[in-house]
């Protein structure tokens, strides 16, 4: 049924789907980047980055900076926990083959800390009380290590029964390996995790083949007429309300 808000209808559930008896839920993962929070819109680009490099006699592209920068996301993160912006840019530098002083990454990765921490979306904490208030488990599955959250992170993190990211999981958002091991942590059968996110691949297509039961967010959006291969919802309180 759908839930009538302020923008329209906010759930829709009309998809097709072999009826089964369902497991009742346990557990809503929330996804985090354009879910639970934003990124602020003045965040450090990588042209910046390639021009103050240069500004110490150390020559590349911006598009070398985001390649490398996708890297350490995807083969660096799953190996161990990145600790800060520090962490994360030597890191960075080092797959380039640039040699970069340690003073000129500190004065890069204070860029990052001051105007790229995430804002959250007014209705993260509250959803995430109701989905508590359920008696439901909720956790974060991610891309993002902890420390970009910023001073998001300050009223996210407490809220949450647990972070999984690659660190805690050992393979990247993305790779089937990874929400069969958020599964396993959980202790939980996979129909028993409800999870919503903005991305149809590795928040919706993935989950559903690992057994989970996806919803995809599209925020803001009036859903009457909305055709999608997986329930919808316009925000997350909506979604919870449907839980």
Same mark, same amino acid.
């Given at each position: 049924?759908?839930?009538?808000?302020?923008?329209?209808?906010?759930?829709?559930?009309?998809?097709?789907?072999?009826?089964?008896?369902?497991?009742?839920?346990?557990?809503?993962?929330?996804?985090?980047?354009?879910?639970?929070?934003?990124? +602020?819109?003045?965040?450090?680009?990588?042209?910046?980055?390639?021009?103050?490099?240069?500004? %110490?006699?150390?020559?590349?592209?911006?598009?070398?900076?985001?390649?490398?920068?996708?890297?350490?996301?995807?083969?660096?993160?799953?190996?161990?926990?990145?600790?800060?912006?520090?962490?994360?840019?030597?890191?960075?530098?080092?797959?380039?083959?640039?040699?970069?002083?340690?003073?000129?990454?500190?004065?890069?990765?204070?860029?990052?800390?001051?105007?790229?921490?995430?804002?959250? %979306?007014?209705?993260?904490?509250?959803?995430?009380?109701?989905?508590?208030?359920?008696?439901?488990?909720?956790? +974060?599955?991610?891309?993002?290590?902890?420390?970009?959250?910023?001073?998001?992170?300050? +009223?996210?993190?407490?809220?949450?029964?647990?972070?999984?990211?690659?660190?805690?999981?050992?393979?990247?958002?993305?790779?089937?390996?990874?929400?069969?091991?958020?599964?396993?942590?959980?202790?939980?059968?996979?129909?028993?995790?409800?999870?919503?996110?903005?991305?149809?691949?590795?928040?919706?297509?993935?989950?559903?083949?690992?057994?989970?039961?996806?919803?995809?967010?599209?925020?803001?959006?009036?859903?009457?007429?909305?055709?999608?291969?997986?329930?919808?919802?316009?925000?997350?309180?909506? %979604?919870?309300?449907?839980?």
């Amino acid at each position: 049924m759908p839930i009538d808000g302020e923008g329209g209808v906010g759930w829709r559930s009309d998809w097709k789907e072999p009826t089964i008896c369902r497991m009742k839920t346990q557990v809503i993962a929330f996804d985090v980047h354009n879910t639970l929070a934003r990124f +602020a819109p003045d965040r450090v680009r990588a042209i910046e980055v390639q021009d103050v490099l240069a500004r %110490f006699g150390v020559e590349t592209s911006y598009q070398s900076l985001e390649a490398a920068r996708q890297f350490v996301f995807f083969f660096d993160t799953p190996k161990r926990e990145i600790h800060g912006y520090v962490d994360f840019l030597a890191l960075q530098f080092s797959h380039m083959g640039l040699r970069v002083n340690l003073d000129v990454i500190e004065s890069i990765a204070a860029m990052y800390d001051k105007r790229d921490s995430m804002v959250l %979306f007014d209705d993260a904490l509250p959803a995430i009380e109701a989905a508590k208030a359920k008696g439901l488990r909720v956790v +974060a599955f991610t891309t993002l290590p902890k420390f970009m959250l910023g001073r998001a992170g300050d +009223a996210l993190l407490p809220a949450l029964d647990d972070w999984f990211d690659a660190s805690s999981t050992g393979f990247a958002k993305g790779d089937p390996r990874y929400y069969r091991s958020i599964t396993n942590k959980l202790h939980a059968q996979p129909e028993a995790i409800r999870c919503i996110g903005d991305d149809p691949v590795c928040d919706c297509l993935l989950p559903r083949r690992a057994g989970w039961r996806p919803a995809l967010l599209l925020r803001d959006t009036d859903l009457t007429n909305a055709v999608a291969d997986y329930p919808c919802a316009n925000s997350l309180t909506a %979604f919870i309300e449907s839980v």
